[in-house]
């Protein structure tokens, strides 16, 4: 077994979350709550727990859940490039490489590997406390600005602050992270 090298970057701020999204929904008490970051390096990072309610069997997350952590890691990194869109998955492969635990602080980052015109793609992994990559995506997004993902009027859009929609600081928030070096994956 070889040693791994590490790389860290730091976070410059976090994104937004909502009250209740399945993924990043801060109050929703049958969610991940997973809260995203923005990095030094252009990349999107979240650390997170998927609970036990999530299995597909016991001690090991649902396949599906840990797709969808990172569709949504993959589909937020857009928004450091060009703030106020946001990815809208039109195509999305992800390969799992090891079984992934629940109940396990786990780390996944993703990142924009092509971008132009209403499209781009990214790229992520989801990694377990060792550093050893559980699972690997590549997608494929429509750029949209929110108020044309979200339906609601136009007279309606100042709701999405009420329904919880906004960046937060709390205070055990990352100031960096810590992934094994492209080399080692």
């Given at each position: 077994?070889?040693?791994?090298?590490?790389?860290?970057?730091?976070?410059?701020?976090?994104?937004?979350?909502?009250?209740?999204?399945?993924?990043?929904?801060?109050?929703?008490d049958?969610?991940?709550?997973?809260?995203?970051?923005?990095?030094?390096?252009?990349?999107?990072?979240?650390?997170?727990t998927?609970?036990?309610?999530?299995?597909?069997?016991?001690?090991?997350?649902?396949?599906?859940?840990?797709?969808?952590?990172?569709d949504?890691?993959i589909?937020?990194?857009?928004?450091?490039?060009?703030?106020?869109?946001?990815?809208?998955?039109?195509?999305?492969?992800?390969r799992f490489?090891?079984?992934?635990?629940?109940?396990?602080?786990?780390?996944?980052?993703?990142?924009?590997?092509?971008?132009?015109?209403?499209?781009?793609?990214?790229?992520?992994?989801?990694?377990?406390?060792?550093?050893?990559?559980?699972?690997?995506?590549?997608?494929?997004?429509?750029?949209?600005?929110?108020?044309?993902?979200?339906?609601?009027?136009?007279?309606?859009?100042?709701?999405?602050?009420?329904a919880?929609?906004?960046?937060?600081?709390?205070?055990?928030?990352?100031?960096?992270?810590?992934?094994?070096?492209?080399?080692?994956?």
């Amino acid at each position: 077994m070889t040693n791994k090298t590490w790389e860290s970057f730091s976070v410059t701020q976090p994104q937004h979350t909502s009250a209740d999204c399945f993924i990043c929904g801060v109050d929703n008490d049958s969610g991940l709550r997973a809260r995203f970051f923005e990095l030094e390096n252009g990349e999107v990072a979240t650390r997170f727990t998927i609970p036990e309610i999530h299995n597909g069997y016991p001690g090991r997350a649902h396949g599906g859940v840990s797709a969808a952590l990172l569709d949504e890691v993959i589909g937020r990194t857009i928004v450091i490039l060009e703030p106020g869109v946001w990815g809208v998955t039109v195509e999305f492969t992800v390969r799992f490489h090891k079984p992934i635990p629940t109940v396990t602080p786990l780390t996944a980052r993703g990142r924009v590997t092509e971008n132009g015109g209403r499209r781009f793609v990214g790229v992520g992994e989801l990694f377990l406390p060792d550093g050893v990559v559980a699972a690997t995506a590549t997608g494929t997004y429509i750029k949209l600005p929110l108020e044309r993902i979200v339906d609601m009027s136009d007279a309606d859009q100042h709701s999405l602050l009420e329904a919880g929609w906004q960046r937060r600081s709390f205070p055990d928030d990352p100031r960096e992270f810590r992934f094994p070096t492209l080399s080692n994956r």
